[in-house]
C-alpha cells in the first residue's frame, strides 16, 4: 500500500515547491523503503521531459536536508540516492538549457557545502556534466557574437540606405522646385504681353497656387532634415544602450 503512494506521489510531482516538500517528508518517514525510492526516482528522472527532471533532484535534496536535520544515525536516503546518483546527473547531460544544468551544478554544490557527499564525489559529479556545459556555454558566446554581427551589418545596412535615400528624396524636392521657379519665370515673362482681361484672374491665381506650392516644397525639405536628424538620435541611442545591455550581460556573466 505504501509503494503504491509513493509511486503516486512520485508521478504528481510538479512546480510547487511545498508539494515537493510534502512529498519529501512523506517519503523520508518510510526510511525502510528508501533503497525502492531511490529506484523509482532514478526511472522517473529518465523518463520524464528534461525540464521535468530538475524536479526530482530538488526532492532528492529535500529529503536530504530532512536527514541532516533529524540527524538519523542510518542515514539510508543519503546512502540510496548516492549510489544512484551518477546515474541520475548523467541523464542531464542530454539537456540543452544551459539555465537548467547551473541548477543542478547548484545542487552538487551544496551538498558537498553541507558535507552530504565527499567533495571528491561531488567533484565526480560536476565532471559529468562539465564538457556538456561548456559546449552550450561556446554555443551561448557564439549566438551572441551572431547577434552583435547581425546588429554590426544593420547598422552598415541602414547607413547604405540612407545614403541612398535620403539625397534621392532630396533630389526630388529640390527638382519640385526647380520647376516651380521655372513656371514662376514663366509666369512672370507671360504677364507682360496679356492683353485680355479674361486671363487675367486665371494667371493671378496660377501664380498663387506657385507660390504656395514654394512654400509647400521649402517646409518638406525643413521637415525632411528635422526627421533625419531625429532618427540619427535615436538610431545613436539603440546603438548605445544595445551595448550597454551587451556589456551588463557580460559584468554580470563574469562576476557571477
Not at 519529501?24 to 526510511?31: D, Q
Not at 544515525?73 to 546518483?85: E, Q, R, S, W, Y
Request: proline share 2%; net charge positive; with cysteine.
Amino acid at each position: 500500500m505504501i509503494i503504491k503512494q509513493i509511486e503516486k506521489l512520485l508521478s504528481s510531482i510538479n512546480e510547487n515547491y511545498s508539494t515537493i516538500q510534502s512529498i519529501a517528508l512523506f517519503c523520508f518517514e518510510n526510511p525502510d523503503e528508501a533503497n525502492f525510492i531511490a529506484f523509482l526516482v532514478e526511472n522517473e528522472i529518465k523518463e520524464v521531459e528534461s525540464d521535468r527532471k530538475l524536479l526530482y533532484l530538488f526532492l532528492i535534496h529535500e529529503i536530504f536536508l530532512l536527514e541532516l536535520k533529524q540527524r538519523r544515525a542510518t542515514i539510508d536516503f543519503i546512502k540510496a540516492f548516492g549510489m544512484k546518483m551518477k546515474n541520475m546527473i548523467q541523464v542531464f547531460q542530454i539537456v540543452s538549457n544551459i539555465q537548467l544544468l547551473d541548477k543542478v551544478f547548484y545542487l552538487i554544490n551544496k551538498w558537498e557545502t553541507e558535507m552530504i557527499f565527499h567533495p571528491n564525489f561531488t567533484m565526480k559529479l560536476r565532471s559529468i556534466l562539465l564538457p556538456k556545459y561548456e559546449l552550450l556555454q561556446k554555443s551561448k558566446q557564439q549566438q551572441l557574437l551572431d547577434e552583435m554581427e547581425k546588429s554590426e551589418k544593420l547598422e552598415k545596412n541602414l547607413k547604405i540606405i540612407q545614403s541612398v535615400s535620403h539625397p534621392n528624396q532630396c533630389y526630388k524636392l529640390l527638382k519640385q522646385v526647380q520647376q516651380l521657379e521655372k513656371r514662376t519665370l514663366e509666369f512672370n515673362q507671360n504677364r507682360n504681353n496679356v492683353n485680355k482681361m479674361k486671363y487675367l484672374n486665371l494667371m493671378i491665381e496660377e501664380g498663387e497656387e506657385c507660390r504656395k506650392l514654394l512654400i509647400n516644397s521649402i517646409c518638406q525639405i525643413q521637415q525632411f532634415y528635422l526627421d533625419l536628424s531625429k532618427q540619427g538620435e535615436e538610431l545613436m541611442k539603440d546603438l548605445k544602450s544595445n551595448k550597454l545591455d551587451y556589456y551588463k550581460r557580460k559584468k554580470k556573466k563574469l562576476f557571477r
